[in-house]
């Protein structure tokens, strides 16, 4: 019986199960792990910096050498219900090259939270970093953000916030541009996967936690990116949200990464050399470094 489109819940399932459509995804990740941990051994950083009350509110900061720095905030993926800031960390290298402070995120995950209180939280840090980014040598008013997979979708989930209503000194722009890398921003598939076992959506929850259905109340330009490689369910959520975005006028900006997937496209945001990361640094205002 088809659940969705024309899948049934096998295959329905398997458009999502990422790990089992990559055959060296576990490789993949602890080269991350490698990766992260030869880059603490080299950097001075501030590690978990609490910006709430939950246990798993807390940051990492890789701050850039000089004051008044671009800020690259990055929203590690998991389904909302795994993983962690500190795999990620291998990412800030490339970031401080161009004297940007980087930050990773961690976040409740699920099935303790809910979405919505895993997308307050996601807002909770941009107010934390618009507060106290200068102790950091960052820029409170250049303020950008990445994500991976889930996270891609609480990117999304941000850019799509009105600021001033969560607090009188928030500015409406105060994310400067976003870049959602693998993203969801249609939850209603994933409300009928074997996801939601965790996550535990009602039909209601996932409507108003998807990116397609709202409209962002300011115009900052947001990079949608996937890798040629993904399932036609992952290539086609990027599409539904750059087709929704573009058609209220905002400024998207749709790169497909070939031969990449869910995994190794994360190469390409740490490749300076990648259409990628160049997309990304041209919307912080940096030129690559030749």
Not at 92 to 109: E, Q, W
Request: aromatic share 8%.
């Amino acid at each position: 019986m088809n659940i969705y489109k024309g899948y049934d819940q096998q295959a329905l399932d398997s458009q999502y199960n990422n790990r089992a459509r990559v055959a060296n995804a576990d490789q993949i990740m602890q080269q991350w792990e490698r990766d992260s941990e030869s880059l603490r051994q080299r950097v001075q950083f501030h590690a978990d910096l609490a910006y709430g009350s939950y246990s798993r509110e807390i940051l990492d900061i890789f701050p850039a050498s000089q004051p008044d720095a671009p800020v690259q905030v990055f929203i590690h993926g998991g389904y909302w219900r795994s993983l962690e800031k500190r795999l990620f960390h291998f990412i800030a290298g490339s970031f401080m090259s161009h004297d940007m402070t980087y930050v990773a995120i961690n976040y409740p995950l699920a099935p303790q939270a809910t979405m919505d209180e895993i997308v307050a939280s996601c807002r909770r840090v941009i107010i934390w970093l618009y507060r106290n980014i200068t102790q950091y040598n960052g820029n409170p008013h250049r303020i950008h953000i990445s994500g991976h997979s889930a996270g891609g979708h609480l990117v999304a989930m941000l850019m799509a916030t009105e600021w001033p209503a969560l607090a009188a000194d928030l500015p409406p722009d105060l994310i400067k541009g976003g870049c959602a890398i693998s993203g969801l921003f249609n939850l209603i598939p994933i409300q009928l996967s074997y996801v939601n076992d965790d996550v535990r959506m009602d039909e209601t929850m996932a409507r108003r936690n998807s990116p397609i259905f709202l409209s962002p109340p300011c115009r900052s330009p947001l990079i949608v990116t996937v890798g040629g490689a993904e399932s036609e369910e992952y290539l086609a959520q990027s599409q539904e949200l750059e087709s929704a975005w573009s058609q209220q006028g905002l400024p998207i900006s749709p790169l497909i990464v070939p031969g990449a997937n869910h995994f190794s496209i994360l190469d390409h945001l740490v490749n300076p050399d990648s259409l990628l990361k160049r997309a990304i640094l041209a919307q912080m205002g940096a030129a690559p470094r030749t």
